[in-house]
């Protein structure tokens, strides 16, 4: 019911805030992959039969992510493709090694993955969420989903920056992925406006004002 929820909402936002250019596929998994919604953009003409189509899905079966991993590499990624994993339990069949199923994961694409409840695997969705523009969000209940959606589609519709990445100068920047200090750190793609977080820590010796931080893009530095 949660993951209906999220579906629903996701959207119904974008079918009322963009100009038609949103094309949207949904496919579920149990031992199997099959298609619920064939790709199509999204408008509010088709956002009832959307929504009908996703109030018809129904658990059954087992949980193999494995192959609904492989199912997100079948197709040819588009530009600003933003693929979400949603899942409320653990690998029941399928290859269950997360470090394995990582290299499974699309690295020409945004991934989000997104559990519900206490009973999904949080350690693999970590360990896939620590690949290259990838995120892991938890959704306990419902009312806190809307956390998670809304940073989801705020970056996949004001995308402005691909490839970024900071730059150490007489510093370290903190690698939350890796758990570790780093003189690099890869932050993927970037939304207009967008707010983001990271702690450095200056080296010994080093003077002040030789501390800086270079963000760079695939095209070219940014600041």
């Not at 394995?100 to 020409?108: G, Q």
């Not at 409840?117 to 350690?123: F, T």
């Amino acid at each position: 019911d949660q993951l209906k929820f999220v579906l629903k909402n996701i959207v119904r936002f974008i079918a009322n805030n963009t100009n038609g250019n949103v094309w949207f596929k949904l496919i579920g998994f149990n031992d199997d992959v099959f298609t619920i919604i064939p790709s199509k953009i999204i408008t509010k003409e088709n956002l009832d039969e959307i929504i009908e189509r996703i109030d018809k899905m129904y658990a059954d079966g087992s949980t193999n992510i494995e192959n609904a991993l492989m199912a997100t590499n079948n197709n040819p990624v588009i530009s600003n493709c933003h693929i979400l994993v949603l899942s409320d339990g653990e690998a029941t069949s399928g290859n269950s090694d997360p470090n394995e199923l990582a290299n499974l994961v699309n690295p020409n694409a945004t991934n989000s993955f997104l559990g519900f409840g206490l009973e999904h695997d949080p350690y693999m969705f970590n360990i896939l969420a620590g690949t290259l523009n990838s995120s892991y969000f938890f959704i306990q209940d419902k009312e806190k989903a809307g956390v998670a959606y809304g940073e989801i589609l705020y970056g996949a519709l004001h995308n402005r920056y691909s490839g970024v990445v900071a730059v150490a100068r007489n510093c370290e920047i903190y690698d939350y992925k890796m758990g570790k200090w780093a003189d690099k750190l890869y932050i993927g793609r970037l939304a207009s406006n967008d707010s983001k977080k990271y702690h450095i820590r200056k080296i010994d010796g080093a003077n002040d004002s030789d501390v800086h931080i270079d963000i760079l893009t695939e095209e070219s530095a940014v600041i």
